[in-house]
Structure formats: C-alpha cells, structure tokens
Nanobody, 115 residues
Framework: QVQLVESGGGLVQPGGSLRLSCAFTGSNFNLYNMGWYRQAPGKQREWVANIGFSFTTNYADSVKGRFTISRDNAKNTVYLQMDNLEPEDTAVYFC?????????WGQGTQVTVSS
C-alpha cells in the first residue's frame, strides 16, 4: 500500500522560495514516477511537474525555470524546490503517483504567496 505525505508549505512573500517534500511509504519507490499537482481556490487541480524513475523531469510552462523537482531514492522522498514565487502560485500542493491503474494522492500542503 502506497502512502504519500507532503510537508514544507507555508506563507512566503513574492519572490521568495519554499521547498516541498513528499514522503513515500511503500515498496520500490525507485520504480515509481512521481508528480506534483496544485489546486488554487475555485480552480481545478493542475499538473505542476513530474520526475520519472529514470530521473527525467517535466514542468508545466507556468513554473518552468522557477521550480525544480528532484528525488532521493535513499530517503523515499520527492522534492519540489520553488523559487521566485508569485501570488499566482498560491494553492494546495499535492504529491501524486500511480501503479497498476490506481492513483495515489497525499493530503496536500498549503502554499500562500502574499505580501
């Protein structure tokens, strides 16, 4: 059974940085593709970034050049380094993975960008 727990959210001023973490519980973390999504108030959940088991990364255009996704297979953890944050980045951020046709989500962590 896979469980995901996000942490690292908070309140930050525009232009600031945060690093989100997602702790994976289960087996064979190194074989999973991992992703980050976000959901702003009144909006649909949207994809932010993903990292494959081979460490290949992809980013939404809205965060490209500002966010960096990474993983530490020794710690069963995926990270999202967020730099130069903008008010439009305010959302609940969710960690995601899937296997065998089933999707797994964490509970989310709130990121608020405001002066």
């Amino acid at each position: 059974q896979v469980q995901l727990v996000e942490s690292g959210g908070g309140l930050v001023q525009p232009g600031g940085s945060l690093r989100l973490s997602c702790a994976f519980t289960g087996s064979n973390f190194n074989l999973y593709n991992m992703g980050w999504y976000r959901q702003a108030p009144g909006k649909q959940r949207e994809w932010v970034a993903n990292i494959g088991f081979s460490f290949t990364t992809n980013y939404a255009d809205s965060v490209k050049g500002r966010f960096t996704i990474s993983r530490d297979n020794a710690k069963n953890t995926v990270y999202l380094q967020m730099d130069n944050l903008e008010p439009e980045d305010t959302a609940v951020y969710f960690c995601n993975t899937g296997t065998g046709g089933r999707m797994y989500w964490g509970q989310g962590t709130q990121v608020t960008v405001s002066s």
